[in-house]
């Protein structure tokens, strides 16, 4: 890639699609990022094509509703006249190449004397992705985890962290904590999981965050809050292009706001 001769930029740097106009276009990756931009830049670009190693070899697919817009299968070569060639066997001139590829963990002002790592983009070893066992509870991660709600993931995370360091809530010992960690690391080696993707909750963030609702005192995650959560997945995943204009869940919405009018009377 130090050879090919066209612009790279990650998608943390993306702001507007104007400087794409008229422009071939890369993007690899196939989240939410790589989503949005893709479709952003299509507006304005000569052609958009989006790369991704969750695609298979064959894929070449023109998306839905776009005359310049197409899915592929991952990159597999670029060259220095500025030519980007797929696994499928494709083979575009491209002017800029968008890595939508996420992010890694990275604490240069943490010394820890290797108590605390990042391999292969696991931070380790943490309890329950928040705690680590040789510093606890002096230190602790909030927001490791991730493809969660966010701020509810937060703002539980919170609770615990502030329980523990105001003595209400007890952490197990340094042993028990190591021991429940390296199970959970078997486990994941065991079901054929990267260690990448030790942090990655998805569907069983709900367990995590009824977990640490019952060691804070307070309510799980309520059921049209889960509800909600996967619906906007799946309408996501069916219409990318519409999901958040197109949506029905408003009983969802009534139940939220009763839950909500319960905060603002007490």
């Known amino acids: 890639i130090s050879c090919w001769p066209g612009k790279e930029i990650h998608s943390h740097n993306y702001r507007i699609p104007q400087p794409f106009k008229e ?32 695609n298979a070899s064959d894929t070449f697919i023109k998306q839905n509703g776009y005359t310049n817009l197409w899915m592929h299968s991952m990159i597999k070569r670029v060259h220095e006249d500025g030519s980007v060639v797929f696994q499928n066997g ?12 996420g992010y890694k963990y990275h604490f240069p002002f943490l010394e820890t004397n290797g ?4 391999n292969d983009n696991c931070v380790g070893p943490l309890y329950k992705h928040i705690f680590s066992p040789a510093f606890a509870p002096s230190l602790s991660f909030i927001g490791i985890a991730w493809k969660v709600l966010p701020f509810h993931m937060f703002e539980l995370q919170s609770k615990w962290i502030a329980g523990v360091l105001s003595g209400r809530i007890n ?10 960690i390296k199970t959970e690391y078997a486990t994941l080696e065991a079901q054929g999981i990267p260690k990448r993707y030790t942090h990655c909750l998805g569907i069983s963030q709900f367990d995590y965050f ?8 307070c309510s799980g995650t309520e059921k049209w809050r889960k509800e909600m959560c996967l619906t906007s997945f799946m309408r996501v995943m069916k219409h990318p292009e519409t999901y958040r204009d197109e949506w029905e869940d408003h009983h969802l919405v009534s139940q939220a706001y009763q839950d909500f009018s319960l905060y603002n009377t007490h």
């Open 23 to 54: 422009q071939v276009v890369v993007l690899i990756g196939s989240s939410a990022s790589a989503v949005d931009i893709s479709r952003d830049i299509a507006g304005v670009a000569k052609e958009v094509h989006v790369a991704s190693w969750s």
């Open 90 to 101: 494709k083979k575009i001139l491209a002017d800029v190449i968008v890595h939508c590829t």
């Open 115 to 118: 108590s605390v790592t990042v």
């Open 171 to 180: 952490l197990p010992s340094k042993e028990d904590m190591m021991v429940e």
């Open 210 to 217: 009824d977990w640490l609702a019952l060691q804070c005192g």
